[in-house]
């Protein structure tokens, strides 16, 4: 159980620093080429980032029962097969 909490922690940190990190780069970008170098893109854009990555991370944890990159099979009774 401490496990499944470790994995989603881990992939919840990971996954929000890649959307912040390209959020900030988009919002750089942006604000380089159409803004005049104001900062107010940069900032919107990681913004953006770090809300997706946490709206992932209130989505995993809420979701107790699901299952990750694994298909789960159930019989006709009932029982979960391999």
């Avoid at 470790?6 to 992939?11: A, E, I, S, T, V």
């Avoid at 996954?15 to 959020?23: A, E």
């Avoid at 940069?42 to 299952?67: E, I, K, P, W």
Wanted: glycine share 16%; aromatic share 10%; charged share 20%.
């Amino acid at each position: 159980m401490a496990e499944d909490y470790g994995r989603k922690w881990d992939r919840c940190l990971a996954d929000t620093g890649v959307k912040t990190v390209i959020g900030l780069g988009v919002g750089f970008m942006f604000s380089v080429l159409f803004f005049k170098r104001r900062t107010w893109p940069t900032a919107l854009g990681s913004g953006m980032g770090l809300g997706m990555g946490y709206a992932n991370c209130q989505h995993d944890f809420r979701a107790l029962h699901l299952v990750h990159g694994a298909v789960v099979k159930v019989s006709s009774t009932g029982k979960i097969c391999g």
